[in-house]
């Protein structure tokens, strides 16, 4: 670990922990990166196949009744997800995906990224 941190050499126990650190926080602040882009490439597709340019999207927006979304717009939503992020969405699965955060935690427990 501390040979990918700049700056962390070999050498004392204090200096160890500052590395390690330090490193912990870099890989934080790229999960919140990988997901923040995620949150951009899935609210592209959510404004452009649910017409929802212009509205407040956030991981709480519900499809159903915040963007007003039919099973028709749905069903064209899941196709467009499935092909930019390369992922197959079982029709049993959909169900439970309600909200943004829903299909954010659905793609990153199936290990896509951004």
């Not at 709480?60 to 930019?84: G, H, N, Q, W, Y």
């Not at 049993?92 to 290990?111: C, F, I, P, Q, R």
């Amino acid at each position: 670990m501390r040979e990918n941190t700049p700056g962390c050499q070999r050498g004392s126990l204090e200096s160890g922990h500052r590395c390690a650190k330090e490193a912990v926080r870099n890989r934080n602040k790229e999960k919140k990166k990988e997901k923040r882009e995620m949150f951009e490439k899935l609210k592209s597709v959510i404004e452009e196949k649910l017409n929802a340019e212009g509205m407040d999207i956030t991981e709480s927006t519900r499809f159903k009744e915040d963007l007003e979304a039919d099973s028709l717009d749905l069903f064209e939503m899941v196709m467009a997800l499935e092909d930019e992020f390369n992922i197959e969405i079982p029709s049993e699965e959909l169900e439970h995906l309600l909200t943004v955060g829903d299909v954010m935690a659905y793609l990153e427990s199936k290990g896509v990224e951004a």
